[in-house]
């Protein structure tokens, strides 16, 4: 059964201060990872999408990366502002049809 | 233009009681899901529809019943609410059941049993 795992929990930079968000999981066997934006009461925002063959995924100041091998991908964000602040989740979906396993999240706090 | 809504966005009960939670997605899409985010932020798939029929059913309890009237429309019943039923219910929808289609999600319904 897969696993997915996110550190840290909770993270807290002062602004432009570059990080990472890290995501393990368990049975290597993906199709891809995707990682989430949460905030409070607006649901889910797709950030970015790594298919199994990619190695990395950039979007303007994000970059994602995926080890499938070792079952790690990171979520690199470069200079941080306020509005990154908000609960980023990490998913994988298996490879045999649509299910998504949730990791239980990186709650990101980007203070002034 | 909402793509996958929910209703009610917020709802406070009391146990023992009966409540639904509507999803609606206009994007034309063939499958829909309910996720249960409990307290710990863990979002866990409940049930999945494709075209009006059951295709993915967690281990839920059957105090649990969802209900697609068509397939734009995936509403959860939950009867006889339990404490432990307190969490935030995701809608999401997808073209279709194959691994290569993306999920959009709903706003999220945040259910509170007091």
């Known amino acids: 059964k897969q696993e997915v795992t996110q550190i840290p929990a909770a993270l807290s930079v002062p602004e432009g201060e570059n990080l990472v968000l890290n995501c393990s999981f368990t049975?290597?066997?993906?199709?891809?990872l995707q990682w989430f934006r949460q905030d409070p009461g607006k649901g889910l925002t797709s950030l970015l999408l790594?298919?199994?063959?990619?190695r990395e995924q950039t979007s303007g100041r994000l970059n994602a990366s995926l080890d499938k091998s070792s079952g790690r991908s990171t979520l690199y964000i470069a200079a941080s502002q306020p509005g990154d602040s908000a609960t980023y989740l990490c998913?994988?979906?298996?490879?045999?049809?649509?299910?998504?396993?949730f990791g239980e999240g990186t709650q990101l706090t980007v203070n002034p | 233009d909402t793509a996958v809504s929910q209703t009610p966005k917020y709802l406070v009960t009391q146990m023992g009681n009966d409540k639904s939670i509507k999803c609606e997605q206009n994007?034309?899409?063939?499958?829909m899901y309910w996720y249960k985010q409990d307290s710990k932020k863990f979002l866990k798939i409940m049930f999945s529809?494709?075209?009006?029929?059951?295709?993915i059913n967690e281990t839920v309890p059957n105090r649990f019943s969802p209900k697609s009237p068509d397939k734009a429309h995936l509403n959860l019943h939950i009867n006889s609410l339990e404490l432990g039923d307190s969490a935030v219910y995701f809608c999401?929808?997808?073209?279709?059941?194959?691994?290569?289609?993306?999920?959009?999600f709903g706003p999220g319904t945040r259910l509170t049993v007091t």
């Open positions: 790594i298919q199994s063959s990619q």
């Open positions: 999401a929808s997808s073209r279709g059941t194959g691994r290569a289609y993306e999920q959009y």
């Open positions: 994007l034309g899409h063939d499958t």
């Open positions: 998913a994988v979906k298996e490879t045999s049809g649509s299910r998504l396993t």
């Open positions: 049975d290597s066997a993906i199709y891809n």
């Open positions: 529809y494709n075209n009006k029929e059951l295709i």
